[in-house]
């Protein structure tokens, strides 16, 4: 199996390589700073602060005391999301989808949404893999938690942080 | 495309084993409940809640969505196709509208 950091390294290039060929990189100074701290380089950096009793009660519901580690899950996500009313999202895992162990539930919290907890999907080894895709809404320009669960209990966890430009929720 | 039409899209060939991605949309307003129209009214929250997936006999999948979830909601994830059988999506909406979509998983000839 492979290690975290090789893979989130990984990503990290193919993403930067993505992004420097859209010719996005080093062209903005927000986009730099933002988008290359967060959502391009998801698994560096301190975590985000927890933003209200929200949130905190969230977290603390579905995970209790349980540390949050970080790597095993990538969240990829727009720097900048034009349209709060379409953000797409995309949830990768390198854990492995095995009887024994598997990713039972992948979470995803936007902290400034009206609700949240804005999805859970759980899974089975059936599945073979983590790669989720989805679209959502976004009402401002917020930290996105998605964060996973395995079934001998582990939890992972990965942040982008988002600027909406419009607002998605009303 | 009216309320509940659905859509789950797979290869077209498949053969025993193979990591496959499922694409799923389903016509739906979600509806957040935020919203008024034009003349004033409040619009009430109308989304779907809760999605379900089932390969053969056996449930993959399932989802817990809320209104956050876009307009027309669509979903992506792999699946190890081992076997000849139908996988069907339910979507339920939070006004106990219920909606299925069915493809067959069959094996190309080698």
Known sequence: MPQPPETSSRRSFLRISALAGLGLLGTNGLLQSQGSAAGVLGSTGPDPEIPNEQVARILKDLFGDRPLGKGHISLDMP??????????????????????????????????????????????????????????????????????ETSTGDVWAAYAHVIVSLNGCG | MTIGDARIRIPD??????????????????DTGFFRTAEGQPIPAFFIKDVVVTYGDEQVARFEWTSGVSKDPIVSFTLTADKEAPLTMVWTDSKGGVYRQSVAIAFAAA
Do not use: C, F
Not at chain 1, 98 to 124: C, E, G, R, W
Not at chain 2, 21 to 27: F, L, P
């Open chain 1, 79 to 148: 720097a900048v999301a034009e349209d709060g009313r379409i953000v797409p999202v995309i949830i990768e895992s390198d854990l492995p989808m095995t009887a024994d162990h598997y990713v039972k539930a992948v979470h995803l919290i936007v902290d400034h949404n009206p609700d949240p907890h804005l999805a859970a999907y759980h899974l089975t080894p059936a599945l073979g893999s983590v790669a989720l895709q989805t679209r959502i809404k976004m009402k401002r320009t917020t930290w996105v938690r998605a964060i996973l």
């Open chain 2, 13 to 30: 060939r498949i053969a025993r084993g193979d990591l496959i991605i499922v694409n799923a949309i389903v016509a739906h307003p979600m």
